[in-house]
């Protein structure tokens, strides 16, 4: 105990390294010196006695603080590379399968090796972390948070060194843009015999793993996009997410397709580029059509599954579930243009569409919700005509096109931005409600 | 005469493998030459006992048949060294068959001109033996025969064992088998077909009797053993169904004298087609059996795709075309191909099956009321119809049919096919010269049939495919009509209840230059009603929608206008409906669920090829084109701009569009305002308009779409000498819809990573994990835990010191009294020491 807690700071004060200084090069300086040798066994006892006892033990608290002081130390671990793989494939470990914040802990060791030792290590630490989360967003069905917090802290690993990790990010889109070829090639042949290896692929596909892998990269993507240069990759993986969303039609498949929408929405607010969205989200709308069994099955959390159960797909809460997340989609989609000066034509086409559907349903909830949505559209269409027959410019003026707006923009108080700040707050009350049912 | 039968006999010559026929044969061969002295003997033994042996048995049991063969190919081969100038294998052709129960067999041709017939060349070999025959004393026959034997025998292993080195596995196999009775009896019956089957490839004119018996096999009981003997009748028939069409013999023909061959002759057609004819019904009644029904259908198909000029086709296309729209698929698409054969390679049949293939499949279609598979009508698209024949028939006699604009590509299609017949024609030639009169024949049947003939069932054909296509379109017309009242409330995923729309359209669009141009008129009223989707019926119902799918009724639009374009606008039919109905149609488009190549296709054919645009409806086009790409992926999107942008190159008035100056313009339409619900693409106003939509293109993730959409944009009405583009629409989509798989590959060379703006380096991380970095740990439970967890270690440690104490003891104790006892035998036994009771209960729990 004492001997964690003070092991560092005694040993700093031996070599006399300030207790801030955190750079290695200190530590390889202090290599020849006499002191170092002398002290020499004493650290490198210290530091495997604690590697071990992060092997032996399995209590959380004793793993984290354990871990803790390690991390304070270490610097002192590049004189040892060896005790720094194991290191490194214990804290891996940990970071993928602990909970709390032993497992934010060992990421934070897993962040420091990359960060402060050299570039290798940053490899390293890349294909680790990336291994663990593919294989652990395998079976992880219920721990949601968990994967997200994996994903969140591997992208910020990555922000580490945006060159190597966006390369590689881009090998890994490449594989997975394989994976959705493949898939696409058999149901184009259509044979029997392919008939089963269409099945697997679209097993592979169709697993969080995939789905994992994809959410992993947009948050990546759109992580990163402000400050540098990731159009090729943010392409790569619009087409993959849309080959994804075409894939597979049918109602069933009707969530992935929400999360489809949803990471192209992300990207799109992120970076800044139109990414349309519009045929998929209308899409969602012709499936509610159905007639309503009115049976009210178990709730339904359309973003925790891929694939919906037959039985739910008549149920009344999944096509609640569609229009409201399909409205909210829309609305974020055309919150994102509301200001752009061709937001009228943009809501032309979905406008007639939702007009169309809002004839056809009859379930009194849904047509208010629709009906709203259209009148905010149309009463933001209106806003922007009318400001739009004001300028003088044309549209091959980019410059002025750009700045069409933006003094409302910033302000952010017209009608339809505030329409959808409180559909994304209903939203969100609803998901709170429906997760505190689960 | 037992003895000789004895010598004869080959001993141990497994008869299994057809191969040992050539080894014996061979064998023989050597022998021969070597024992000079034995052979003139051997020979006329042979010759007389075999004689004797066939007329004898001629109708004996299976198993002596057998023998017989055996002793005939023996025989065969003996006269091959004899006449050794006279022989003549005439066929090389003969490529082994491999039947489906593994069997290969060699086609051994050993047909000569003389001696077909084995009972006149025995009796023209008498003479020779009796002269030989008296020479002979007993002893000296006896001693020869022993030596005969000894050789045969020798032979006989010889020949094992090559086939033992050739396959030890099928050997070892085989003997496995033999202990089953029952398997012994279905290994008998397969060798015996393979026998029969071999012995008819072999020497069909004088086996011909063989198919009966081969029919006969096929009724078994056994499962198997029918397939087996199916396939391998079908494999005989296919080599020996000859070139031309078999007339049987009229009464009158009976009973006038002909000479023997033509006896001959006519005993082996007849037999030939009676045993056809059963082999048929046997088909055809088992095609109706689940059990049977592939090979059954296999068995029809490819017969009717090998001989389809011999007797009793009609039969075979019978059933071809009944199992045309099966649900089993594999039957399925057996027939289609089978049938697509027949249109392909007219050649073969001059033309009749064809238009009995078209009639029966229209009649098909009839009788199920257009509820079949889709398959069983895209055969149709497969059929080729001859340009000239058509137009010859047209300066002859006004024919109905029209054709002022040929097809170049079809009719180049049509020489290319029948160069290739005359290639394999010419090959066949070369092969086998005997066939040389047939193929004469052959060919004249082909080609001979004069102009007229051939134009006549051309007709015909034409006739019958389009009463198919329009028995098709008027069906779906009356159930577009009575499904609104049928299902209410059209469910998410439609079944398709027209399946043969998509094909009928396709064909449509396909022959639309020979459509008659009286059923024109009605054609485009059809369409018409078709495009519309029935929404004209009243827009109260909201189903309508569903009753097409968005891309048959795109469909619809481009056959009405590839009908137009063929036939060069003689009709005065206005298709500004069909331009309204693309319109209102494209903003119904949804990417997965609609194929946008027929998308791509219209705006190709209806909107860059059309040449009298006016500009209030191209505006509108290129409006709604805009439109339509915001809302859709990237391929689609690309088609409709690229058809944009030739909108505009074409259109200079349109550029308008790109210019913002309200009012100013010299083209202010009639409406002043765009209305963008509007329906109807002149009234849109669309002039009034500007491409705003152009600049959110620009931004699009696509880096094509972005760069063109900027490039429209850039577009103005000052320079006219713009390049057209080439790419069509199509193009445009395929390439990009391509490119949704392919461009990973593509980029993965390149793309170096640039940075914009490099942040600072240290990216400090705002993340959940550092807000816990600081979080204080609880020290008083951490140390407690602590404690606990080195007081566990400790109490671990101290276990084990324990145990290795107690082990060491232990092991001492043990010791001392190995120690004892080895002391004991000067001494008394003394006492045992006992076990150490006392440290075991040191143990912990």
Redesign the interface.
């Known amino acids: 105990?004492f001997m964690?807690h003070e092991a560092d700071t005694t040993f700093r004060r031996l070599l006399g390294i300030s207790t801030s200084s955190s750079r290695k090069e200190s530590v390889l300086e202090l290599k020849n010196t006499t002191k170092w040798l002398s002290l020499r066994p004493l650290i490198k006892s210290y530091i495997r006695s604690t590697v071990f006892l992060l092997n032996q033990?399995t209590?959380c608290?004793?793993l984290?603080?354990s871990i803790?002081r390690l991390r304070a130390s270490i610097i002192f671990l590049s004189a040892f590379p060896s005790l720094l793989r194991n290191l490194l494939k214990i804290s891996v470990h940990l970071w993928a399968t602990g909970v709390g914040?032993l497992s934010?802990?060992a990421?934070?060791i897993i962040?420091d090796i990359a960060?402060v030792f050299s570039s290798n290590w940053f490899d390293v630490c890349f294909i680790k972390t990336y291994n663990a989360f593919i294989s652990h967003s395998q079976f992880v069905e219920r721990k949601f948070e968990h994967i997200h917090?994996l994903r969140?802290?591997f992208v910020?690993l990555c922000?580490?060194d945006?060159?190597k990790s966006?390369?590689r990010a881009?090998i890994c889109?490449?594989h997975l843009?394989?994976i959705?070829?493949k898939g696409?090639?058999t149901k184009k042949k259509r044979s029997?015999a392919e008939e089963n290896f269409l099945i697997e692929v679209v097993k592979t596909i169709c697993s969080w793993q995939y789905i994992n892998c994809i959410d992993l990269w947009v948050k990546f993507i759109s992580a990163n996009i402000d400050?540098?240069?990731?159009?090729?990759l943010?392409?790569?993986i619009?087409?993959i997410i849309?080959?994804v969303?075409?894939l597979f039609?049918?109602?069933r498949y009707l969530p992935l397709r929400l999360r489809c929408i949803q990471w192209l929405n992300h990207?799109?607010g992120s970076?800044?580029?139109?990414?349309?969205v519009?045929?998929l989200v209308?899409?969602v709308l012709?499936?509610k059509?159905?007639?309503d069994s009115g049976k009210h099955g178990k709730i339904v959390q359309p973003m925790s599954t891929i694939k919906l159960p037959k039985h739910w797909l008549k149920s009344r809460d999944f096509q609640e579930e569609c229009v409201s997340s399909a409205i909210e989609f829309l609305s974020e989609h055309f919150a994102q243009?509301s200001y752009?000066?061709?937001f009228?034509?943009?809501a032309?086409?979905?406008?007639?569409?939702l007009k169309?559907v809002f004839?056809?349903t009859s379930i009194e909830s849904f047509r208010r919700v629709i009906k709203r949505f259209i009148d905010q559209v149309e009463m933001n269409i209106d806003f922007v005509q009318k400001k739009?027959?004001e300028?003088?410019?044309?549209?091959?003026d980019?410059q002025s096109?750009e700045s069409f707006l933006q003094v409302e923009k910033r302000s952010g108080n017209t009608p339809f931005t505030q329409y959808y700040k409180s559909i994304m707050s209903k939203a969100a009350s609803r998901k709170l409600i429906s997760d505190r049912k689960v | 005469m037992g003895k000789k039968q004895k010598i004869v006999l080959p001993p141990d010559l497994p008869p299994e493998i057809p191969d040992d026929d050539i080894e014996v044969s061979d064998d023989d061969l050597q022998f021969v030459k070597e024992n000079r002295g034995y052979a003139s003997l051997l020979s006329t033994l042979d010759t007389q006992s075999i004689t004797k042996h066939v007329t004898r048995v001629a109708d004996a049991k299976d198993d002596a048949l057998e023998k017989i063969y055996e002793k005939r190919l023996q025989k065969n081969a003996l006269k091959k060294e004899k006449e050794e100038t006279g022989l003549q294998v005439d066929r090389v052709d003969a490529l082994p068959i491999k039947t489906l129960d593994g069997k290969v067999y060699y086609r051994t041709a050993t047909k000569t001109v003389t001696e077909n017939d084995p009972s006149e060349e025995g009796a023209g070999e008498d003479v020779d033996v009796d002269k030989g025959l008296v020479k002979l004393t007993k002893a000296e026959k006896r001693a020869k025969l022993k030596k005969m034997k000894k050789e045969a025998k020798k032979q006989g292993k010889e020949v094992a064992e090559a086939e033992v080195e050739e396959t030890p596995q099928a050997a070892v196999l085989a003997e496995v088998k033999e202990d089953l009775t029952a398997e012994e009896a279905f290994e008998s019956k397969k060798h015996k077909l393979a026998e029969l089957g071999n012995a008819l490839l072999t020497d069909p004119e004088s086996n011909i009797k063989f198919l009966k018996e081969m029919v006969q096999i096929s009724k078994d009981n056994d499962h198997t053993i029918v397939k087996l003997g199916l396939l391998s009748l079908l494999a005989v028939f296919k080599d020996i169904v000859p070139g031309y069409r078999i007339r049987l013999p009229t009464e009158k023909e009976l009973e006038m004298k002909v000479s023997k061959t033509v006896r001959k002759t006519r005993y082996y057609e007849s037999t030939l087609l009676s045993s056809y004819k059963a082999y048929l019904q046997r088909l055809v009644a088992l095609e109706k059996k689940p059990l049977f029904q592939l090979v059954a259908v296999r068995c029809i198909c490819s017969l009717l795709e090998a001989n389809p000029h011999f007797n009793f086709r009609e039969s075979l296309l019978d059933a071809t075309v009944r199992n045309i729209s099966s649900t089993n698929e594999a039957i399925r698409k057996l027939c289609c191909s089978t049938i697509k054969s027949l249109f392909t390679n007219e050649g073969k049949h001059g033309g009749e099956v064809t238009v009995d293939a078209v009639r029966l499949i229209a009649d098909h279609v009839k009788a199920h009321n257009c509820q079949m598979h889709p398959d069983s009508i895209d055969v149709f698209l497969s059929l080729s119809f001859d340009e000239d024949l058509v137009k010859s028939g047209n300066i002859e006699e006004d024919q109905k049919l029209k054709n002022k604009k040929s097809n170049k590509r079809k009719s180049s299609e049509a020489s290319d096919q029948s160069v290739e017949n005359d290639r394999k024609k010419s090959r066949k030639e070369l092969i086998s010269k005997t066939r040389e009169e047939v193929e004469a024949d052959y060919k004249a049947a082909s080609f001979a049939p004069d102009v007229m003939e051939r134009r006549q069932m051309q007709t015909e054909t034409l006739s019958a495919v389009f009463e198919t296509y329009f028995r098709i379109l008027k069906h779906t017309m009356q159930s577009i009509c009575a499904r609104p009242e049928a299902n209410i409330g059209a469910l998410s995923t439609p079944v398709e209840p027209l399946p043969l729309l998509d094909p009928c359209l396709k064909g449509l669009a396909k022959f639309s230059h020979l459509i008659d141009l009286d059923f024109m008129g009605d054609l485009m009223n059809h369409l018409k009603v078709l495009t519309s989707g029935s929404s004209n019926t009243g827009n109260t119902s909201d189903k309508s929608s569903k009753c097409l799918t968005v891309s048959e009724r795109l469909q619809c639009c481009l056959v009405a206008f590839k009908v137009m374009r063929n036939n060069l606008d003689a009709l005065n039919v206005d298709l500004q409906d069909f331009f309204l109905h693309l319109y209102n149609i494209v903003l119904e488009y949804r990417p997965g669920r609609d194929q946008g190549e027929l998308l791509a296709e219209a705006f190709k054919i209806m909107l860059c090829d059309d040449r009298q645009h006016d500009m209030q409806k191209t505006a509108a086009f290129v409006k709604r084109l805009a439109t339509f790409s915001l809302c859709v992926g990237s391929a689609d999107a690309m088609a409709a701009l690229v058809t944009v942008k030739h909108l505009l190159l074409k259109n200079v008035k349109c550029r308008n569009l790109l210019e913002n100056d309200i009012g100013g313009g010299s083209v202010s339409g009639t409406i002043p305002k765009y209305l963008p619900y509007s329906t109807d693409p002149n009234l849109s106003g669309a002039l009034a308009s500007v491409l705003w939509e152009l600049n959110l293109l620009s931004k699009h993730y696509h880096p094509a779409i972005s760069t063109l959409a900027s490039g429209i944009s850039s577009m103005s009405t000052a320079n006219n000498q713009l390049i057209l583009s080439k790419s069509s629409p199509q193009q445009a989509f395929k390439e990009m819809s391509l490119d949704q798989e392919l461009c990973f590959t593509q980029s993965s060379s390149i793309k170096v990573n640039n940075k914009k703006r490099r942040k600072n380096g240290s990216a400090t991380s705002p993340s959940i994990g550092s807000t816990k970095v600081i979080s204080s740990f609880d020290d008083d439970e951490l140390r407690s835990k602590l404690n606990s967890h080195f007081t566990i270690l400790q109490d671990i440690k101290e276990n084990e010191r324990l145990r290795r104490e107690l082990d060491r003891t232990a092991l001492s104790l043990q010791l001392y009294e190995q120690y004892k006892k080895q002391k004991k035998p000067s001494k008394r036994k003394s006492v045992l020491p006992r076990p150490p009771f006392k440290l075991r209960s040191v143990r912990p729990a």
């Not at chain 1, 970076?271 to 349309?276: A, L, N, Q, R, T």
């Not at chain 1, 300028?391 to 091959?396: D, G, N």
């Open positions: 105990m964690l033990v209590d608290e004793i984290a603080f803790c914040s934010s802990q990421f934070l962040q960060s917090f969140n802290s910020e922000c580490l945006m060159h966006s390369n881009r889109i490449m843009g394989k959705l070829q696409w090639q029997i400050d540098f240069d990731l159009q090729p943010l392409y790569m619009v087409q849309n080959g969303a075409l039609p049918g109602p990207l799109s970076s800044g580029v139109f990414i349309p519009t045929s209308l899409d012709e499936y059509i159905t007639k243009w752009h000066i061709s009228p034509e943009l032309t086409a979905p406008l007639i569409h169309k004839e056809r739009r027959e300028v003088p410019f044309s549209p091959k980019q096109v």
